[in-house]
């Protein structure tokens, strides 16, 4: 009797353990931020998702304005993150299939930590 309690312990504490693991999301954070930021794309959350962008070319002319115009005229419709890959500590690309306009296509996206926060690298 005492044997099967035992037993039926470790059973409950194995599965607890299996579906705690099942719930972490064990991606890399830019992976994270890529989904984060279509995301806000897709649902038009336009001022959020601008917050997160790392314009990188010093004499882009992309405002919020500009950002908002370019959202509204290729509206996304859906998009599947393929993976990513480390370029350094700093650097990673996330490969997506991204749905404009009913086309999919493949996009990589450049995810850079500036000053301690994962951007998402605007040209």
Same mark, same amino acid.
């Given at each position: 009797m005492k044997l099967s309690k035992i037993g039926n312990l470790v059973v409950l504490c194995l599965i607890i353990?299996?579906?705690?693991?099942?719930?972490?999301?064990?991606?890399?954070?830019p992976v994270k931020i890529?989904?984060?930021?279509?995301?806000? @794309?897709q649902k038009?959350? @336009?001022?959020?998702?601008?917050q997160?962008?790392?314009?990188?070319?010093?004499?882009?002319?992309?405002?919020?304005?500009?950002?908002?115009?370019?959202?509204?005229t290729d509206?996304? @419709?859906e998009y599947?993150?393929?993976?990513s890959s480390k370029i350094n500590e700093k650097t990673?690309?996330?490969?997506?299939?991204?749905?404009m306009d009913g086309w999919m296509t493949e996009h990589t996206f450049e995810v850079r930590k500036i000053e301690g926060?994962?951007?998402v690298v605007f040209d």
């Open positions: 353990v299996l579906f705690g693991v099942g719930l972490v999301d064990w991606r890399p954070q890529v989904n984060q930021y279509l995301t806000l @794309i038009k959350d @336009i001022e959020n998702a601008y997160m962008l790392y314009i990188q070319n010093s004499n882009s002319k992309v405002d919020l304005e500009e950002f908002r115009k370019r959202v509204d509206p996304l @419709i599947v993150i393929n993976g990673y690309d996330v490969s997506t299939n991204i749905n926060n994962w951007k």
